[in-house]
C-alpha cells in the first residue's frame, strides 16, 4: 500500500517530520539513531561573511519493520538543501567518472544499445553519465532542476532544467518519444515523492524500457560505518529488498543487480516491466545476503552503538594530537564531510582549513555549520600542518598517494570506519 500521506516538504521554506513509510505507508518507524540537529550540507557561506543565524535540522535515521526502508525521519525543502548554487559536480571525481562509463558500457552491451534509443537521466547533475551515452552514440536527456544543469548544456548535453515529475515525464515523452534507458544515479533517494518518480519513469518507458538506478547501498553504509553519508538531501537507504519492494509496486520487476564502488558503497539496480528481461540469479543472491525484520532491527541497534563509540574514538585521536600542539587540516569537503565535523564536533578550533582541489565551488566558503575555510589544496604544501583528517576517506587509497606525491609531509589519517593514521 502507497503511503496515504507523503513527507512533503516542497515549496515550505520548512521541513516536514516522516510520519509513515515512504514505501509501503507502515507505522509506527522505529528510531535507529538520532544524529542530533545539522545543518544543510550545501548551506556554505563565504569566508569573511559576518555569522548570521541559519537553520539546522534534527537528523534521525528510522526503520520499516515491514519493508526493512531505513530512511530520514525529517523531509527539508528541496529549495534548501539543493539550493540554485548547489556546489556539487559529479565530474570532478575520477571515481565517479570511471563508474559512469562502465553503467554505459555494461548497459549499452545488454541491452543492445543503438543510435535510435533514447537514454534520460534524472537528476543528471553537470551531465558526466550521459557524456558517456553520448559518445556511446545514444541519444541523450537530463532532467536537472539546479544551475549545475548550465554546464551539462554548455558541453553540449541537453539538460532540461526542471524538478522531475510525472507532469514532466508526459511533457518529455511527447516532445523526445519513450526512452529505451532512464537512469537515476544517487538522486533516486533525494526525492521526497518516490511512488511519483517512479509513476513519472515507468511514463517515460518504452514498453521494454530499463530503469537503472544507482543508490548508496545499505549493507556497506551499516559495515563501514558510513553515517557521514546521513544527511537531509539522503531521505532513503535502500537495500535491495527495499528498493525491489518499491518497484514491485509499480509492476517493475528487478532483473540485474550488483554492488559497485561509487560513495563509499552503493548498489546498481536494473528493473523493468515484469516479464520483459530474464531475471539474472545475482538477484537472488544479494538478497539473500541481506538482513532482513528483526535481523536487521538488531544489524542497525548494533550500527548505533558502532557510530557513538567511533565518534568517541576520533576525539580522543584528535585531543592527543592538540595536547601535542598539532596543525590539522582536512583534506576535502564532500557533502559527507558536514556530518562528519558536526556530528563529531570538529570545529574552526580543531580544524585550521579543509583543502579542495583547484575548480572546486567550494573554495572560499565556510564548512557547513563552522568557520572552517574550505582553500584550495595547493594551501597543504606550504603551509605543511602536521597532519591532515581525509574527509573523503572512501577514496583514501586515491587520495593518499597523490597528496605524497605532491609533497605533503605531514600524517594522514582517515576518521572512519575505525580512525587511523595511514
Ligand atoms: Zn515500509
Known amino acids: 500500500m502507497r503511503p496515504n500521506k507523503v513527507a512533503r516538504a516542497a515549496?515550505?521554506?520548512?521541513?516536514?517530520?516522516?510520519?509513515q513509510c515512504q514505501i509501503c505507508g507502515h507505522v509506527p518507524l522505529d528510531t535507529v539513531l538520532s544524529l542530533g540537529y545539522m545543518p544543510p550540507v550545501n548551506q556554505m557561506v563565504p569566508i569573511g561573511q559576518a555569522p548570521h543565524q541559519q537553520p539546522w535540522f534534527p537528523t534521525?535515521?528510522?526503520h520499516c519493520r515491514k519493508c526493512d526502508l531505513v530512511q530520514l525521519g525529517l523531509a527539508v525543502d528541496p529549495a534548501i538543501i539543493f539550493p540554485p548554487e548547489y556546489p556539487y559536480t559529479s565530474g570532478t571525481t575520477k571515481l565517479l567518472r570511471d563508474n559512469f562509463a562502465d553503467l554505459q558500457r555494461e548497459s549499452a552491451a545488454?541491452?543492445?544499445?543503438t543510435k535510435e534509443d533514447l537514454v534520460i537521466d534524472i537528476g543528471s547533475n553537470d551531465g558526466t553519465l550521459l557524456s558517456n551515452f553520448k559518445e556511446g552514440g545514444q541519444r541523450v536527456l537530463g532532467i536537472e532542476p539546479t544551475d549545475v544543469g548550465d554546464i551539462a548544456n554548455r558541453r553540449g548535453i541537453p539538460t532540461l532544467k526542471r524538478y522531475f515529475g510525472v507532469g514532466v515525464a508526459r511533457e518529455v515523452r511527447r516532445e523526445y518519444g519513450a526512452a529505451s534507458v532512464v537512469t537515476a544515479a544517487n538522486c533516486f533517494a533525494h526525492i521526497e515523492d518516490v511512488h511519483a518518480i517512479v509513476d513519472g519513469i515507468v511514463e517515460m518507458l518504452k514498453p521494454d524500457g530499463v530503469f537503472i538506478s544507482e543508490s548508496h547501498y545499505l549493507v556497506p553504509l551499516l559495515d563501514t560505518l558510513q553515517y557521514d553519508t546521513i544527511y537531509h538531501e539522503h531521505l532513503r537507504y535502500y537495500s535491495l529488498a527495499s528498493l525491489k519492494h518499491l518497484l514491485d509496486m509499480h509492476s517493475l520487476e528487478?532483473?540485474?543487480?550488483r554492488p559497485i564502488p561509487s560513495h563509499g558503497g552503493s548498489i546498481r539496480v536494473y528493473a523493468a516491466r515484469r516479464g520483459t528481461h530474464a531475471v539474472q540469479n545475482s538477484v537472488a543472491r544479494m538478497l539473500a545476503a541481506e538482513p532482513r525484520g528483526d535481523a536487521m532491527a538488531k544489524r542497525l541497534a548494533a550500527f548505533r552503538t558502532e557510530v557513538i563509540l567511533s565518534k568517541l574514538r576520533l576525539l580522543a585521536m584528535v585531543r592527543d594530537l592538540k595536547e601535542k600542539g598539532?596543525?590539522?587540516?582536512?583534506?576535502?569537503a564532500p557533502s559527507r564531510a558536514s556530518t562528519l565535523v558536526n556530528y563529531v564536533g570538529l570545529d574552526e578550533g580543531l580544524i585550521d582549513y579543509v583543502c579542495e582541489i583547484p575548480g572546486s565551488l567550494k573554495i572560499g566558503k565556510l564548512m557547513p555549520g563552522t568557520q572552517i575555510p574550505v582553500v584550495e589544496e595547493s594551501r597543504l604544501y606550504t603551509d605543511q600542518p602536521?597532519?591532515?583528517i581525509i574527509f573523503s576517506w572512501h577514496i583514501a587509497d586515491e587520495l593518499a598517494p597523490k597528496l605524497k606525491a605532491k609533497g605533503f609531509r605531514g600524517k594522514l589519517i582517515t576518521p572512519l570506519p575505525v580512525p587511523r593514521s595511514l
Open 326 to 332: 598539532a596543525r590539522i587540516a582536512g583534506i576535502s
Open 110 to 113: 545488454m541491452l543492445g544499445l
Open 386 to 388: 602536521d597532519c591532515a
Open 11 to 19: 515549496g515550505t521554506g520548512a521541513s516536514v517530520p516522516v510520519e
Open 60 to 62: 534521525t535515521l528510522l
Open 254 to 257: 528487478v532483473f540485474q543487480a
